[in-house]
Structure formats: structure tokens, C-alpha cells
């Protein structure tokens, strides 16, 4: 997958949590998860212009996955210090959110190999080329909708539901 897409597709997989972790903790953890969930989305792929860094390769891993996943539970916890479980929260969504990334770059030709170096294994399910701007286009649009729509109705559904008179 491209920028677009990864972004969409992680807009898209927060948008169900938001009115969750709203209603549970705060709307304030529920939007800082969402700029965690979409702000981590092309963080792997920092190694592309990077010439010493094979591409897919150290940042497409679970260990990738579990230390951004800690860097964003201490930016959460920092960010949200009046919720206790805002450090797990953070790791939670910061881990998940490359491990989206990970499940958008499976599904193309060139795959990824998510436990190297521990175990090679190479994964790819090849069902879409990476540059395919119909899929890209489509979870950018699907993602963003579904976060937006999933925002509203988290901000405006306690209004409408208080009782007037």
C-alpha cells in the first residue's frame, strides 16, 4: 500500500474504538488514539529513502511494531495525565497501528517477513499490487469517512440524547 492508504486503513480499523474509549475514558485519550492510530500509519516506511536501510525491512517487524508502540504509550501518557491507563492505551494503539501497516504491505507481491531476524519467514498473500491507486484511493476514502462519521457521532449523540424541558 501507498501513504493514502495506509493512512485510510487506519483511520478505518480506530474508527469503531473512538466512541469506545470516549464513553470509557475521555474523548481527549479517544482523539489523542486517533492521531497515534493514523499518525503511526507510514511510519515504517521512513526506511524508503533511507539508502542504508533495506525497504520492509527492520521497520516492517513486530519488534518495530512493540517499540513505537512503547514511544507512544510515554507520548500518551504525557499527553493524557489524568487518565491512569493512558500509557497502555497509547502502547495498544501505537503497536496496533503498525501492525496495520504490516497487514497492508502482506497483501501485496513483495510481502514482508514481520519476525526477521529471529525467524525469515516471508509473508505475502499477493492480492494487489502496492501502487494500485483504486485500492489506496479506497481505504483513504473509507478510513476517513468512517473516523469522521465515528467523531460526529461520538461528539454529537450525548447532546442529542439529553433530554430538553
Given at each position: 500500500m501507498y501513504r493514502d492508504g495506509h493512512a485510510g486503513f487506519n483511520a478505518l480499523l480506530y474508527a469503531p474504538f473512538l466512541p469506545l474509549v470516549s464513553r470509557v475514558w475521555s474523548l481527549e485519550?479517544?482523539?489523542?488514539?486517533?492521531?497515534?492510530?493514523?499518525?503511526?500509519?507510514?511510519?515504517?516506511?521512513?526506511?524508503?529513502?533511507?539508502?542504508?536501510?533495506?525497504?520492509?525491512?527492520?521497520?516492517?517487524?513486530?519488534?518495530?511494531a512493540v517499540l513505537v508502540g512503547l514511544i507512544a504509550g510515554v507520548g500518551t501518557a504525557i499527553a493524557v495525565p489524568s487518565t491512569p491507563d493512558a500509557f497502555a492505551f497509547g502502547f495498544v494503539v501505537g503497536t496496533g497501528g503498525i501492525l496495520a501497516h504490516l497487514a497492508g504491505d502482506v497483501v501485496t507481491p513483495m510481502g514482508i517477513s514481520p519476525?526477521?531476524?529471529?525467524?525469515?519467514?516471508?509473508?505475502?498473500?499477493?492480492?494487489?499490487?502496492?501502487?494500485?491507486?483504486?485500492?489506496?484511493?479506497?481505504?483513504?476514502?473509507?478510513?476517513?469517512?468512517?473516523?469522521?462519521?465515528?467523531?460526529?457521532?461520538?461528539?454529537?449523540?450525548?447532546i442529542a440524547a439529553v433530554p430538553t424541558g
Open positions: 485519550l479517544a482523539l489523542v488514539g486517533a492521531l497515534v492510530a493514523v499518525g503511526v500509519a507510514n511510519l515504517p516506511d521512513m526506511d524508503e529513502p533511507l539508502p542504508w536501510l533495506r525497504h520492509r525491512g527492520p521497520t516492517h517487524t513486530v519488534w518495530f519476525f526477521a531476524p529471529v525467524w525469515r519467514v516471508h509473508v505475502t498473500l499477493d492480492w494487489f499490487k502496492s501502487k494500485n491507486g483504486r485500492i489506496n484511493r479506497a481505504f483513504l476514502l473509507a478510513g476517513s469517512a468512517a473516523l469522521f462519521t465515528s467523531l460526529l457521532l461520538t461528539v454529537w449523540l450525548p
